[in-house]
């Protein structure tokens, strides 16, 4: 008989691997491995249950319930809260009793939110003052380019243009008014969503479960749901910090070129930049177009700056996808494509968190390989 050896870990969410068989070194290997890979990801599937298949699709119907009643901007905010929250309270619980840093990192978002909507509120005022104001010096050279190269535009000069503007909101005014009208509707949605997080993050007590299927299945999705909010929270974060080292290298160039508009279009990289790859595109063409105002030169060097910073950003990308998320550009670049398709900006944001959730379970499954067969020794005659 063989003998057997009992592999026994501290950590509680290790010992799915054991026991273990010291005379199957392959299954040894992948169970470990696959144990190793949950406690990092925080995805922690068992076997494939009744419950767990339940859990399953009631997330996959979770996320096409987003997709089909246009949710997606609801769900961003309350991820993003959340993420706040848990942030804040895993760098303040070491210091402060659990109940106490709870309601220290509820009271820290709830300030810091209201902080962000004032720049955000600002930085609206600011661009719709500012972008006039980059269009006017800029549209001679826009006009000097066209007559250069024989584009026919629908305007002669920027009054012509902000008729030409003012027509067309007047022909689309009542699409604008319910466009205004669902807007707020969206508000409202994403603030019962923030109210709704923070009351959650508050309650944050441990659940009982009973053993039955009931609880068998709430335990599951629950196991789903944190599996998503880690993602979001791996994507979300390297796009941030993508967006920052963007930002500080456009401020960087936009200063030493003695770029007009330098505050506004620093806090444009950094906010729109969040928006993975979709975000790099507005940025560069506002910055292409005010520098276009100085001089055809000098939108021409902001152009290959811009080419170049991206190409270096590329490789960035590759790093901290690759290092955090470990999801190619490609992929994203699908995902992003796909989310806009469905749910607009609010699917640019979450696709590539979706995306990351998929590939994150997938991987936490364990799938042995098929065996093949011994061939069998002939009988003899």
Not at 172 to 191: D, G, P, R, Y
Not at 311 to 321: P, Q, R
Not at 365 to 379: D, F, N, R
Request: hydrophobic share 55%.
């Amino acid at each position: 008989m063989r003998p057997r050896l009992i592999v026994i870990s501290r950590d509680p969410r290790f010992r799915e691997a054991t026991p273990i068989m010291l005379a199957n070194p392959d299954r040894h290997h992948m169970a470990v491995k696959a144990s190793r890979a949950r406690i990092k990801t925080k995805c922690y599937p068992t076997t494939m249950t009744a419950a767990a298949k339940i859990s399953y699709a009631l997330m996959a119907l979770m996320l096409l319930a987003i997709v089909v009643f246009s949710m997606g901007h609801v769900v961003l905010a309350a991820l993003f809260s959340f993420m706040f929250m848990e942030v804040f309270y895993r760098g303040a619980k070491g210091r402060v009793p659990g109940r106490a840093a709870r309601w220290l990192a509820a009271v820290g978002f709830i300030i810091s939110a209201a902080v962000i909507l004032v720049i955000f509120l600002r930085f609206i005022k600011q661009t719709l003052l500012t972008l006039p104001s980059i269009v006017e010096v800029a549209l001679p050279q826009v006009m000097s380019l066209a007559q250069k190269y024989g584009v026919e535009l629908p305007f002669a000069n920027f009054q012509d243009l902000r008729e030409f503007t003012n027509n067309k909101v007047l022909t689309n005014a009542l699409s604008i008014t319910k466009a205004s009208t669902l807007l707020t509707k969206e508000v409202f949605h994403m603030v019962i969503g923030i109210v709704a997080a923070v009351l959650f993050f508050i309650g944050g007590k441990t659940p009982k479960y009973e053993p039955n299927l009931f609880d068998a299945v709430r335990k599951e999705t629950n196991l789903r749901i944190r599996c998503f909010v880690y993602s979001f929270e791996k994507v979300f974060g390297a796009q941030i910090i993508i967006s920052s080292i963007n930002t500080i290298l456009t401020a960087l160039f936009l200063y030493f070129l003695a770029m007009p508009h330098l505050a506004f279009l620093t806090t444009m990289t950094f906010i729109v930049g969040i928006m993975p790859i979709v975000g790099n595109v507005i940025t560069n063409t506002v910055i292409v177009i005010t520098a276009l105002g100085i001089s055809f030169n000098q939108a021409l060097l902001a152009l290959v700056f811009l080419v170049v910073i991206h190409k270096l950003e590329y490789f960035l990308n590759s790093k901290i996808m690759g290092s955090s998320v470990n999801l190619p550009m490609w992929q994203i670049l699908i995902a992003v494509l796909i989310g806009n398709t469905v749910m607009g900006i609010p699917g640019i944001m979450l696709s590539p968190a979706i995306l990351h959730y998929i590939k994150t379970e997938l991987l936490a499954i364990p799938w042995g390989q098929p065996q093949t067969p011994q061939p069998q020794a002939a009988l003899p005659a």
